[in-house]
């Protein structure tokens, strides 16, 4: 379980983050971070989320970026140097290729995977460990997850509540 608490963060100068309530992530739990355009969502999970566990040992973390289509640069080089025979062309392939190199390994270890405007999420079925997803995207979204609501309260603050498991129909 990954426990962001209850705090009021300044995220960058002149731009605070209030979270109302104790957050906890679950694995296995998929979870949405709602919210428009400068509301807080990559702030929190660059600044609050990743920081507080990019050192566990205890979890496997996929981190894909808002800039996916830059990343996936990288990622090809990756595959051409242990993965060969694979083809990574859009960001379907690059889930279907972590997924693959996780399911190699012996370990029972969760999986995060935080998905910062993604597009084309792709958790295959039959990876055997428990996955926490955590993502946001104008495009594409779950049938069901917990949300997180990033609403901006001011210019300078927005605040981040829990709006509980419902079915995703906006």
């Not at 981190?63 to 242990?82: F, I, N, P, S, T």
């Not at 972590?98 to 399911?103: G, I, M, Q, R, V």
């Not at 910062?116 to 779950?142: F, T």
Request: glycine letters at 4%; hydrophobic letters at 40%.
């Amino acid at each position: 379980m990954i426990t962001i608490p209850r705090s009021r963060l300044q995220i960058w100068p002149g731009f605070c983050l209030d979270i109302s309530d104790d957050i906890h992530f679950h694995c296995p739990g998929s979870y949405y971070l709602k919210g428009n355009n400068g509301s807080g969502k990559s702030s929190f999970i660059n600044r609050v989320l990743l920081p507080a566990i990019k050192d566990r040992n205890d979890l496997h973390l996929i981190v894909l970026q808002q800039q996916m289509h830059m990343q996936l640069y990288a990622m090809r080089a990756w595959a051409a140097m242990h993965y060969p025979e694979r083809r990574v062309a859009d960001e379907s392939d690059v889930w279907d290729l972590l997924c693959y190199d996780l399911a190699s390994l012996k370990d029972d270890k969760a999986l995060v995977v935080i998905a910062d405007e993604a597009r084309n999420l792709i958790i295959p079925e039959g990876l055997k460990r428990p996955v926490c997803l955590i993502y946001s995207s104008h495009d594409h979204k779950y049938e069901s997850h917990h949300i997180l609501e990033f609403r901006p309260t001011s210019a300078y603050e927005s605040e981040l509540t829990s709006a509980g498991d419902k079915p995703c129909a906006d």
